[in-house]
């Protein structure tokens, strides 16, 4: 059968050598940018790292995931976070912690979530031998084991952006965007189950981008219904990526029958129960879809006073926006106010006034965009009903958000295509390459004078060492300006023009590639 994917869908030439070693450049530098995150936090300095770490070491020790809210912290755990300022040379191992600091002290909310991550780091903490090595070099390399989750998402970024706009250097810019967002880098460079999260996510947000663009194989939707899978046995927030991937089978690939579509969302579906009977286990025995692991204590308006919609939808924009750019260590560390609102409102404004106009791939927008707003919605049910409880505005993290970095960013693609006139793309381009690097960097700064005095004082904490730092830091520099270079010099070169079949060139609907 005739794919119809070409009379929508903007096609792209073949990527040639230059695109391939330009992403794969923008790949090694933010691998390395994140292996510098990793050595860069202090030990436990990051949301919930003393809990993840523990669950890993739970796992790591013995299979066992009580019931949440019954799972306790091991005061070895909370012993090696009270070393944090001790000089990395004199931290004690794991097994000398245990020792001097037995026992228990305090809730361990981990195991709210499913527990794939924590059976993953805790098999290379056992690999390892963790506790005759130091215990902050346990951490880094629970922290390091995380780089496997980091590898694919330039890729997923670049493809999915390339197949909805047809524009090579647009997929070049839009994989560059994990340097634009200093938060993704740091959480990514944690211990923390969102590095999983994020990237099996994206996963299926990438799948679904191909299968919405033509792909028909049934390795894809297969792929797809495997992805959800390990997204949903890993955290809640990929929850609502089922109504995604159902969507999206139902819909596309447009060429296919109905009937073969639906056989298509019934075989995924049932490939992702694979992680999804978790969740349905949770509505079986808790009778609720994630049980707390950890509860804020109730506390009551005053009489006379109640809940404030203007001051919850400020505390919200400000703490999403804020933790979404860069708010590091346990959300202490924040980048300028000013700066995170200009980009929010900036990046918001573009993709409301540009990404939803008639094109080929308006309705696909319009799908992609639904995820960013299904999570809001899901975020503001979540912490509303805390808020009225407690009087806090608790769980308001942009770093949610990051399971669906994919459809923002290929909105933001796709808004700037339109947004900026051909004769102009090259220069905005090489602007936005700029400033992605610029935000990074200014990440960077904005930590490091956070939490340390000098180098002198960063060398002496990172359990990395001084060598390891020092090897590191080059590595991430080196990488980090060829990539930069080469992405620069990709947008500037000279490429075939974007293709269009004859029955998309009679289209009234506006083509939205320029090479």
């Not at 340097?179 to 959480?187: G, K, N, R, S, T």
Request: aromatic letters at 10%; proline letters at 7%.
């Amino acid at each position: 059968m005739t794919s119809h994917t070409s009379m929508e869908i903007p096609s792209a030439p073949p990527a040639g050598r230059l695109e391939w070693w330009t992403l794969g450049a923008i790949t090694a530098a933010f691998v390395a940018l994140v292996t510098f995150w990793g050595i860069l936090t202090p030990i436990y300095d990051a949301p919930d790292e003393p809990l993840h770490l523990n669950s890993s070491i739970r796992l790591a020790e013995g299979w066992e995931w009580p019931d949440p809210g019954t799972a306790e912290v091991q005061n070895k755990v909370l012993a090696a976070r009270g070393q944090q300022s001790t000089p990395a040379s004199e931290r004690s191992t794991f097994a000398e912690l245990a020792q001097s600091q037995p026992g228990y002290h305090g809730v361990d909310q981990m195991t709210q979530h499913p527990p794939l991550y924590y059976a993953y780091t805790g098999t290379v903490l056992r690999a390892i031998a963790f506790e005759d090595i130091r215990a902050d070099q346990a951490l880094l390399a629970v922290r390091l084991a995380g780089l496997i989750f980091v590898v694919p998402l330039p890729f997923f970024l670049w493809q999915s952006v390339r197949r909805l706009t047809g524009s090579p250097k647009a997929a070049i810019v839009g994989a560059a965007t994990v340097f634009a967002v200093p938060q993704l880098a740091h959480i990514m460079g944690s211990a923390s189950n969102d590095s999983a999260t994020i990237a099996f996510s994206c996963a299926v947000m990438w799948l679904g981008i191909r299968i919405m663009t033509g792909d028909t194989r049934w390795l894809t939707t297969i792929g797809l219904g495997l992805a959800l899978a390990l997204a949903l046995f890993t955290k809640g927030t990929a929850v609502p990526l089922v109504a995604f991937a159902g969507l999206v089978l139902l819909l596309w690939p447009r060429e296919l029958t109905l009937s073969h579509r639906l056989l298509r969302a019934a075989a995924a579906m049932a490939v992702a129960l694979l992680g999804g009977w978790w969740w349905l286990r949770n509505l079986l025995v808790f009778g609720r879809l994630q049980p707390a692991g950890l509860r804020y204590p109730d506390n009551p308006f005053p009489e006379g006073q109640g809940p404030s919609v203007t001051w919850y939808i400020d505390q919200m924009w400000g703490r999403v926006s804020l933790s979404f750019w860069g708010n590091f260590g346990w959300l202490n560390h924040p980048m300028p106010v000013i700066l995170t609102d200009i980009l929010t409102v900036v990046a918001l404004a573009v993709v409301v006034g540009f990404a939803f106009r008639r094109s080929a791939v308006r309705w696909r927008m319009v799908l992609l965009a639904s995820m960013p707003l299904l999570f809001l919605v899901g975020l503001v049910t979540q912490t509303w009903p805390t808020y009225v409880r407690t009087q806090l505005p608790a769980g308001m993290q942009g770093r949610y958000f990051f399971v669906v970095l994919v459809p923002l960013v290929v909105l933001s693609a796709v808004a700037w295509l339109r947004l900026v006139s051909p004769d102009r793309r090259r220069a905005t381009g090489v602007g936005l390459l700029a400033v992605f690097a610029a935000i990074g960097l200014a990440g960077i700064v904005v930590e490091f004078r956070a939490v340390y005095t000098g180098i002198g004082d960063w060398l002496v904490h990172t359990p990395a060492g001084i060598p390891g730092a020092i090897v590191i830091t080059v590595a991430a520099a080196a990488l980090a300006v060829l990539a930069l270079v080469m992405a620069i010099r990709f947008v500037r070169t000279d490429l075939p023009p974007v293709l269009h079949d004859a029955p998309a060139a009679r289209d009234d609907r506006e083509p939205i590639a320029a090479g």
